[in-house]
């Protein structure tokens, strides 16, 4: 019989501001440490923020929440933000530098990602497995 432990979920809320993808950075990594693939994890949260940010009502004045799940071996990141017109996209650009690539990164890195919602609020994510 196999047996997970998942831990509870941790969350916290962030102002729409691009000062605020570092505080991120550090809630995450504090969340995930010891993880082996921490430093995955941390780079694609700081990419989905920063979408939040750039891409949607949270980043005009508003909110975003990050929550990180841990389990055995794989550990899953949401970000809740307050919705946009357009869903999120993979963007194929020349370069990894232009805008864009973030979600192109993600889908690259995690094992699993997805998104739900609308306009009123959405919910991007990505879960990452280790051995």
Do not use: Y
Request: glycine fraction near 10%; charge should be negative; proline fraction near 4%.
């Amino acid at each position: 019989m196999i047996t997970t432990t998942a831990t509870i979920p941790k969350a916290s809320t962030f102002a729409g501001s691009p000062e605020e993808i570092r505080n991120v950075r550090h809630f995450v990594g504090r969340c995930i440490e010891g993880c082996p693939v921490a430093d995955d994890v941390i780079l694609l949260a700081s990419e989905l923020a920063t979408n939040a940010v750039r891409h949607t009502a949270s980043g005009l004045d508003g909110t975003f929440c990050v929550l990180v799940q841990a389990a055995n071996s794989s550990v899953r990141v949401e970000v809740h933000d307050l919705g946009s017109d357009g869903a999120p996209a993979i963007r194929h650009t020349s370069s990894p530098e232009e805008s864009g690539a973030g979600l192109t990164l993600v889908d690259m890195i995690s094992d699993r990602w997805g998104c739900h919602g609308s306009q009123l609020g959405r919910v991007v994510w990505f879960e990452m497995d280790w051995q």
